[in-house]
């Protein structure tokens, strides 16, 4: 897109360009941008809350004249204040809000034409794979599935046609961690996009663009919206050239994320780091529980000082987050510890405030081959728990219950 075409959208659409850099929020540390979002308050009337604002069409002034604002497919008021608030809480330039995290990923996927490759996280969420393979696998993309959190593993994978390397990091559910910054500089070489789902962590604990991603995927149903109550995705970019691309994209495509759920997760975000520094203080209590109990075999949490990736996890994080795997050491034992469990809740998502366990191998990974599963190590062994708000005393006791 040359830049007088590129001018002239940023001057009809509202936060076509991306956040501004000159915010006064921007000066403040996370924990005060969560709470005061990307605007602070709404300059008009003064409303700490953000408006929302339903009308899907916007008049103009006159015929050369532009508010901003034409049709809510691509852009209404209260989503671009979220849109402003998680680019803004991820380092990055400019982002957008989807109706669901596959909603996200699909529109990522509009970047590439057939015959490109990409090289993938073998250890990730179930309907990624699904995405992929079973949809995107027909429009002749390429997926190779790799070790990411082996350096080696994904050179080894590298071709011509390689445009992207797509990362979870911490991975799910086997909690791998990859480094973000060797992967950036091994992709900048090679021509490549480094795409990191931040979703496990949340900008709280993790900001990808500060080590070299050029773009960032979430889940926002999951910590972002924090209830269990919103589905949502995000898409953040970290270069100006992807702006026109998305924007396409998004006003093509449409799947965007209504303006009620817009408004629902920026009174979310506010808690953001109240919820996962006490999610992550749960977390340990529990991890310090599963490692000491007889029936377990192993457990996986990226804070555990036993964890393979701690020291990379503690250059590109400030924090461990609320997700823990285990394995049984019979996996027997699984079906009555979900039948036994009387306060954590068997369900299959994650980033709530209850407390949930997940069987992934018949849940959130039944998608994916067993031979992938079996490579990666998601068997008939393997629960994954990802912890809430709740008094920790009472999920150690539940846990012990059902354990015993």
């Known amino acids: ?108 996927l509009k970047l590439f034409v057939p015959g490109d490759h990409i090289i993938v996280s073998n250890d990730l969420y179930g309907g990624t794979y699904r995405l992929f393979t079973t949809i995107y696998g027909r429009y002749g993309l390429v997926f190779t599935y790799a070790d990411t959190s082996n350096l080696e593993d994904v050179k080894k994978e590298l ?60 889940s926002g149903t999951k910590y972002l919206g924090g209830h269990n109550d919103i589905m949502s995705g995000f898409i953040v970019i970290a270069d100006k050239t992807l702006i026109e691309p998305f924007f396409t994209f998004t006003m093509s495509e449409g799947g965007v994320l209504p303006p009620f759920d817009c ?46 990736g701690l020291e990379i996890s ?14 049984l050491k019979d996996k027997e034992d699984a079906r009555g510890i979900i039948n036994k469990l009387k306060l954590i809740l068997f369900a299959e998502s994650l980033g709530g405030t209850e407390t949930l366990l997940t069987y992934p191998v018949v849940q959130t990974h039944g998608a994916i081959p067993e031979e992938l599963r079996s490579i990666v190590g998601v068997n008939e062994k393997l629960l994954r728990i990802s912890a809430g708000v709740e008094d920790p005393a009472d999920l150690i006791e539940d846990l012990d219950q059902a354990f015993t």
């Open 159 to 218: 071709r011509r046609e390689t445009k992207a390397v797509f990362i979870e990091t911490p991975s799910n559910p086997m909690m791998n961690v990859t480094d973000i910054k060797a992967v950036a500089e091994l992709c900048k070489n090679n021509n490549a996009l480094t795409i990191v789902d931040n979703t496990l962590l949340s900008p709280y604990f993790q900001r990808p663009i500060d080590f070299g991603a050029d773009i960032v995927i979430h």
């Open 263 to 308: 408004w629902l997760t920026l009174r979310s975000l506010k808690t953001l780091g109240l919820r996962m520094e006490k999610q992550q203080e749960n977390a340990l209590g529990m991890v310090d529980f599963l490692k000491n109990h007889k029936k377990v075999e192993k457990v996986f949490y990226v804070g555990d000082r036993d964890h393979p």
């Open 314 to 327: 503690r250059r590109q994080t400030s924090g461990s987050g609320g997700m823990i795997s285990f394995y």
């Open 1 to 108: 897109m040359d830049e007088s075409n590129f001018e002239k959208l940023a001057s009809m659409v509202k936060g076509f360009t991306g956040i501004e850099k000159d915010r006064v929020s921007l000066g403040y540390r996370p924990g005060t941008q969560l709470v005061r979002g990307y605007s602070g308050i709404e300059r008009e009337t003064g409303a700490i809350s953000a408006p929302i604002y339903l009308s899907v069409p916007y008049v103009h002034p006159s015929f050369d004249e532009s508010t901003g604002f034409g049709y809510a497919r691509y852009g209404t008021p209260t989503r671009l204040e979220l849109e402003n608030t998680i680019a803004m809480l991820e380092h990055g330039l400019k982002a957008w809000a989807f109706s669901s995290g596959m909603a996200a990923i699909s529109i990522l």
